[in-house]
C-alpha cells in the first residue's frame, strides 16, 4: 500500500469512528441511562473489558482511575456513573464540541464535552471526556479506554491540557 493509500484509509477510519460513536454508541448509551429497565449488558457491545476508566469527580463515589478487567466490572462501573442520573432525571446528553482523531485505520480518540440533561433543558453535568477506540477485526468500532474530568466550558481545545517540547 502506498502513502497516499495509507492516508486515505485513516481518514475513512476517522469517519466510521465518528459514525459508530455518535450514530451507535451515544443513542445506545443515552436509551440505558434514561430508563431504568434497560438491561445494563448493551454497554458490553461498545465497552470492552480490560476497559481503561480515569474519572475525576467531586463524589467519590463516582471518581475511578483504574481498569475494568472483566464485563462485571464494567457493569459495576457503568451503574456507578448512571445511577446518579437517573436520580437527577436524566434524558438525554448534549454534545457542545467533539473532535475525532484517526491514530491508524484501526484506532482513534474521541474527545467530547458531554452535558447531560433534565427533560425541561436543564443540565445535570458537564464532562469533558476522551475515548479510545479500536476497530475489532470484525470491522466494529469498540472502546478501550475512558477518560473524564468535570468541566464549564463548550470547547474541548479549553477544557483539555495540551503541553509541546
Not at 3 to 14: F, I, M, R, T
Not at 40 to 51: I, K, S
Not at 65 to 78: A, G
Request: charged share 25%; aromatic share 10%; glycine share 2%.
Amino acid at each position: 500500500m502506498d502513502l497516499e493509500q495509507y492516508k486515505d484509509n485513516v481518514a475513512h477510519a476517522a469517519e466510521e469512528a465518528r459514525d459508530w460513536f455518535f450514530n451507535h454508541y451515544l443513542p445506545a448509551w443515552t436509551a440505558m441511562a434514561a430508563d431504568p429497565s434497560a438491561d445494563p449488558r448493551v454497554v458490553l457491545n461498545f465497552w470492552v473489558p480490560p476497559l481503561s476508566v480515569s474519572r475525576d469527580d467531586p463524589d467519590p463515589a463516582r471518581a475511578l482511575y483504574d481498569w475494568c478487567p472483566d464485563p462485571d466490572s464494567v457493569l459495576v462501573y457503568l451503574a456507578a456513573q448512571q445511577e446518579p442520573l437517573r436520580a437527577a432525571g436524566y434524558t438525554h446528553t448534549d454534545v457542545p464540541d467533539s473532535r475525532v482523531t484517526a491514530y491508524s485505520s484501526h484506532s482513534a480518540g474521541i474527545d467530547v464535552i458531554w452535558s447531560r440533561r433534565r427533560a425541561d433543558n436543564t443540565e445535570i453535568e458537564r464532562l469533558a471526556v476522551h475515548f479510545e477506540v479500536r476497530r475489532h477485526d470484525s470491522g466494529t468500532w469498540r472502546i478501550i479506554a475512558i477518560a473524564s474530568h468535570p468541566t464549564d466550558v463548550d470547547r474541548i481545545a479549553d477544557t483539555f491540557v495540551t503541553v509541546t517540547p
